[in-house]
């Protein structure tokens, strides 16, 4: 019959692939030695012993084959243009920074206005906030944004530029810090770095496409076959679509976009998802970041009695802003660090299903059960937690920092968990995540038993929240984050396998992608 020639043609196009041991995230076979794919790059059956078959073979590189891994929260333009600019990680003093920039800044006369990103004064041996006379030795002005990206630093030639004095009232949801005189010092937190956006040249769609293409491919050297991008602006979600028309895109892309944007809720039913592209939702913030205290607390900082954070919508904004998004079919998810943050997007999403709450890092005790009520999933950053265990407990305090980077309690309270890094905030190798996932240790082992190891992961628990329970929260459950019938066939081969020993999983490194079933062994 016609039906049974076009089964057998489907059938004549398997492909068994075998190698490495592949982890399948699939509970009736946790490992499989060899998996059949059909030309649509779907899997179609999984083997615990390679079969004898007629089939072409195609035996994969590597020791491991992890179900296509996902970052689930990041921003793919700032790792695309972190690499054009002056890249301030990793500096321990104020004087290094201020070192590199002027050294940046005479490599460069070409540039009007010194841009970098990266430093972060909980890494000096001086923990305290610089100033803009640190930095008036250079001739132009600067602005450096610290490394969360919530909180910038300015010589006086940029605030004299902006027109920041005394006289500049904090805006809703910043603040400017000041001196006994009331005289900006320099840096400005949250809401107030608005101030300076329209004095920043406006990137050209030839350099959007430039770092998202820069972004995109080191995600995929890194192993990763999709990632969700954070806050995307209207422009630049016009510069990927069109590449994901051309199919010049190397993984999966999964777009919010940037909500405080107006225009954007305007014209985002206009776009639609093509190629490896997915117009996902809208990215909201309910407040600011932990390093630079404008996580909105339910009570005072521990280190800093005066302050309890910034709320950067207002509650009653938010809650209109996901009724617009349930209407228009798309999803929301919101930047929320601070237990009152969290509290306040919690108290926003009742009767709204699979609402995402980014970083969801200080939760309150008595809210774990809303994450369950209300059905949100929990998209965390396992690195935020290594590197910030240094200083975390010093400003939260030791009964809020229980709460705090909480990855095993969201799992025993069977909340979806969601693993990214934040990049360039955080590296985006994933690797690195999963090492910090099951260890909540730094990569030089310390603290020795883990930091808080009571939060620990499994490493299948871990490799799942970085692949399974991320397409979860794009509502791709059933076609993503798995190795099993019915899949896409995503693969992130490694060249070696970490579970026996954790300390492999920073030397480990990808040998091979498979994205929609097609193979790619010339990653880095």
């Given amino acids: 019959s016609c039906k049974r020639r076009i089964m057998l043609s489907v059938v004549a196009a398997l492909i068994i692939y075998t190698g490495p041991v592949f982890i399948t995230n699939n509970p009736e076979m946790p490992e499989a030695a060899a998996i059949a794919v059909d030309q649509n790059g779907v899997v179609v059956e999984t083997y615990s012993e390679i079969p004898e078959t007629d089939y072409k073979i195609i035996e994969l590189p590597g020791e491991i084959a992890l179900p296509g891994l996902h970052d689930a929260h990041l921003h793919v333009e700032g790792i695309g243009m972190l690499a054009e600019q002056l890249s301030l990680h990793g500096e321990k003093t104020a004087d290094e920074v201020v070192k590199k920039a002027i050294a940046f800044a005479k490599q460069h006369p070409e540039v009007s206005i010194i841009t970098g990103r990266g430093w972060d004064q909980n890494d000096w041996d001086v923990q305290q906030f610089p100033t803009a006379k640190l930095m008036d030795g250079i001739d132009r002005p600067i602005y450096l944004r610290r490394v969360d990206g919530h909180a910038a630093w300015l010589n006086h030639a940029m605030l004299e530029l902006v027109g920041i004095t005394s006289e500049i009232v904090d805006p809703d949801g910043g603040r400017i810090l000041r001196d006994g005189n009331g005289n900006p010092t320099g840096v400005l937190i949250d809401n107030a770095l608005d101030l300076v956006s329209d004095f920043l040249p406006e990137r050209t769609d030839a350099e959007r496409k430039r770092h998202i293409k820069t972004g995109l491919q080191a995600c995929a050297d890194a192993g990763l076959v999709a990632v969700h991008n954070m806050g995307m602006s209207l422009a630049s979600v016009r510069v990927a679509t069109d590449m994901a028309k051309k199919d010049e895109l190397p993984i999966r892309l999964f777009v919010y976009f940037e909500g405080s944007e107006d225009e954007c809720w305007k014209v985002a039913n206009d776009f639609e998802s093509t190629g490896l592209l997915t117009i996902q939702g809208f990215k909201l913030y309910a407040d600011g970041a932990l390093g630079s205290r404008g996580a909105a607390l339910l009570e005072n900082y521990s280190d800093d009695q005066h302050q309890n954070g910034l709320v950067l919508t207002d509650p009653v904004l938010m809650e209109k802003r996901f009724r617009m998004a349930e209407k228009m079919g798309l999803q929301v998810a919101v930047h929320a660090i601070g237990d009152r943050g969290v509290r306040n997007t919690l108290n926003c999403v009742k009767g709204y299903r699979r609402c995402r709450i980014e970083h969801s890092q200080v939760?309150?005790?008595?809210?774990?059960?809303?994450?369950?009520?209300?059905?949100?999933?929990?998209?965390?950053?396992?690195?935020?937690?290594?590197?910030?265990?240094?200083?975390?407990?010093?400003?939260?305090?030791?009964?809020?920092?229980?709460?705090?980077?909480?990855?095993?309690?969201?799992?025993?309270?069977?909340?979806?968990?969601?693993?990214?890094?934040?990049?360039?905030?955080?590296?985006?190798?994933?690797?690195?995540?999963?090492?910090?996932?099951?260890?909540?240790?730094?990569?030089?082992?310390?603290?020795?038993?883990?930091?808080?190891?009571?939060?620990?992961?499994?490493?299948?628990?871990?490799?799942?929240?970085?692949?399974?329970?991320?397409?979860?929260?794009?509502?791709?459950?059933?076609?993503?984050?798995?190795?099993?019938?019915?899949?896409?066939?995503?693969?992130?081969?490694?060249?070696?396998?970490?579970?026996?020993?954790?300390?492999?999983?920073?030397?480990?490194?990808?040998?091979?992608?498979?994205?929609?079933?097609?193979?790619?062994?010339?990653?880095?």
């Fill in 363 to 524: 939760v309150h005790p008595d809210d774990f059960e809303l994450y369950v009520e209300n059905e949100v999933i929990a998209s965390m950053q396992p690195s935020h937690c290594t590197s910030d265990m240094y200083w975390a407990e010093e400003r939260l305090g030791a009964e809020r920092i229980k709460g705090a980077y909480a990855w095993r309690t969201m799992l025993d309270n069977n909340i979806p968990l969601a693993f990214g890094s934040d990049s360039p905030i955080e590296d985006y190798d994933p690797l690195p995540g999963i090492y910090a996932a099951v260890t909540r240790k730094d990569k030089t082992g310390s603290p020795e038993n883990g930091w808080y190891s009571e939060q620990c992961l499994t490493d299948a628990e871990a490799i799942a929240a970085f692949s399974s329970g991320a397409a979860y929260a794009v509502g791709r459950e059933a076609t993503l984050g798995k190795i099993a019938k019915g899949y896409k066939f995503d693969a992130t081969l490694l060249d070696k396998d970490p579970r026996a020993n954790h300390g492999l999983w920073l030397s480990a490194k990808p040998v091979g992608l498979v994205v929609d079933g097609k193979i790619n062994l010339e990653i880095n």
